[in-house]
């Protein structure tokens, strides 16, 4: 079965520090995975994806992830935490197991809250 | 550039009243459109998505139901609310090969 990971619930660090958020993922064939953040009572934006080439992906924000396809991991990471990143961060599969591609159904972590402490 | 529009934003509806929610979408055509709703301010579940008009399919069995009248207009619907119909609703959508989502702003129902 396809599926995404996401074993921290909260993730507590400090401003100015490194951050990273983590994400193992199952799927069948070569996964398409993404990053999301969502801020209090708002929609989810979408931050940065993976498809193909390099393992390291930039995205917005200052945000990083790292796909690593022998851990099935692609972690989300930023060299220098702010409070302002302070969020809930989703880790999304594309589904792959739907005939032709044609529906791009994603399927979600549970989330992670990061909280940056100034 | 393709902007999500969602309203209302805030809804207070009692048990056994209709709804009605309203997404739609600017700026691209044939998107895939999605009805997410979000319990308990995490995890996220798959309600309805549609690959073209009239096109719906129900991810889980429930109270509501959904259409898609127009190319870029998405409706939730209920025909009579149950408190655990209580939620952030999202709506989002996606088009051709770049597969990501990309989420309007919400609805908070609460449901009394």
């Known amino acids: 079965a396809q599926s995404v990971a996401q074993p921290e619930d909260q993730v507590n660090v400090a401003e100015g520090n490194p951050l990273t958020v983590k994400c193992t993922y199952s799927v069948s064939g070569n996964p398409y995975l993404f990053w999301y953040v969502q801020y209090p009572n708002r929609g989810l934006q979408f931050l940065l994806k993976y498809i193909t080439g390099d393992n390291l992906v930039k995205g917005s924000y200052g945000f990083e992830a790292e796909f690593n396809k022998s851990q099935t991991s692609f972690h989300l990471k930023k060299p220098s935490a702010l409070v302002s990143d302070s969020a809930l961060y989703f880790c999304?599969?594309?589904?792959?197991?739907?005939?032709?591609?044609?529906?791009?159904?994603?399927?979600f972590g549970t989330g992670t809250l990061l909280a940056v402490q100034p | 550039s393709q902007t999500i529009h969602q309203w209302p934003a805030t809804l207070v509806q009692p048990v056994g009243s209709p709804l009605s929610l309203e997404c739609t979408v600017e700026?691209?055509?044939?998107?895939?459109l999605y009805w997410y709703r979000q319990a308990a301010g995490r995890g996220l579940q798959l309600l309805f998505y549609s690959v073209g008009i009239g096109q719906i399919s129900s991810e889980v069995p429930q109270n509501l139901s959904a259409s898609r009248p127009q190319d870029r207009q998405f409706i939730l619907s209920s025909k009579k609310l149950l408190l655990s119909d209580s939620g952030f609703y999202l709506c989002a959508w996606s088009a051709g090969r770049s597969y990501e989502q990309y989420f309007g702003p919400g609805t908070r129902l609460t449901v009394t």
């Open positions: 700026g691209t055509s044939n998107p895939n």
């Open positions: 999304a599969v594309r589904d792959s197991m739907n005939y032709g591609g044609a529906t791009n159904k994603l399927i």
